[in-house]
């Protein structure tokens, strides 16, 4: 059974019946200074655990809050536009050009009476053509991507989020940091890092390859909305983790409907871990709602590891 309230500058959900690492409470509140969060959670076998921080209004207002939905009629608009600005500079004498936008793409045709001058226009634009293309991507914070199925596909630029969003986080990183013991090691840290994110409402990602960044929350807007699929999830805990952790390595590992986190720590005995440019990782789940500690996945994550159905990007 779940009840929720709404109140002005309070949104608090309250949970019965709660599962294990289920959140129990949410609260979010802003001055004009600042925006902070109260966060509950269950655990198995301990007292519910609580975390409570402030942000920097200003930092995360400029920082990236959206990501904007892929379009493939906005790019070829983009590039169109940036191809005709060229195709007008070049002296009619030389030759012609004709930029056509075509269903799946944008057509390039030069026509002139020197075989070197078309073939060096043709060139010149056509480069162009990916240049403009890899500017509209970087504008909206979108990357080219290869699927584990070799597939070419575009995706949010979750390495370039996470960067940008380790030095406004550093409050929450450092709210995580004093709520577990004095004594405590990364191990710790991390876990208690896990057990707060995984309490925040999943969202379920589609397939990364088709859904043009469709649900992708940053930070922000996971914070704000109290919600988000893995790759979401996975970005603010490689934020948070990175400025608790400036200089461990750390990857983030892309299945095909699912994403994971890995750091360069010593693993235990049971721990899963992957070896990846010379180094190993332990693999954690920051997605939930099941409650994984650090070192631990979930079935179908192991069986797509096995099977190699994984690519990799270093944090």
Known sequence: MQSCRLF??????????H????????????????????????????????????????????????????????????????LMKAAKEIDPKQARVKINRLHR??????????????????????????QAYDSYLKENYYTRYTTVFNEEAVKPDHIRFINEYIEPLIPLSQAIYDSVSQQADAREYFNFLLGWVQSIPYDRLSNRADNNGGGFLPPAGLLAQNKGD??????????????????????????????????????????????????????????????????????????????????IEQI
């Open 230 to 311: 893995c790759d979401s999830k996975s970005v603010l805990t490689a934020a948070i983790a990175r400025g608790f952790l400036p200089d461990t390595p750390m990857i983030l590992v892309l299945l095909p409907r699912h994403a994971l986190l890995g750091v360069a720590l010593a693993p235990q005995a049971g721990d899963q871990t992957l070896t990846y440019d010379g180094k190993t990782y332990v693999l954690f789940e920051p997605t939930g709602p099941a409650k994984l500690p650090m070192g631990e996945v979930a079935p179908d994550s192991r069986q797509a590891l096995a099977n190699r159905h994984f690519t």
């Open 19 to 82: 599962a294990i690492g289920e959140q129990l409470s949410f609260s979010a509140s802003q001055s004009a200074e600042a925006l902070s969060y109260d966060y509950r959670w269950s655990r198995q076998g301990q007292s519910p655990a609580s975390l409570s921080f402030s942000l920097d209004r200003q930092a995360m207002v400029e920082a990236p809050a959206i990501q904007k939905t892929y379009s493939l009629a906005l790019v070829q608009r983009y590039v169109y536009v940036e």
């Open 105 to 130: 793409g944008i057509e390039i045709r030069v026509s002139s009476t020197s075989e070197a001058t078309n073939k060096r226009i043709s060139e010149e634009l056509s480069a162009l053509r990916e």
């Open 8 to 17: 002005i500058g309070l949104l608090l959900w309250m949970f019965t019946g």
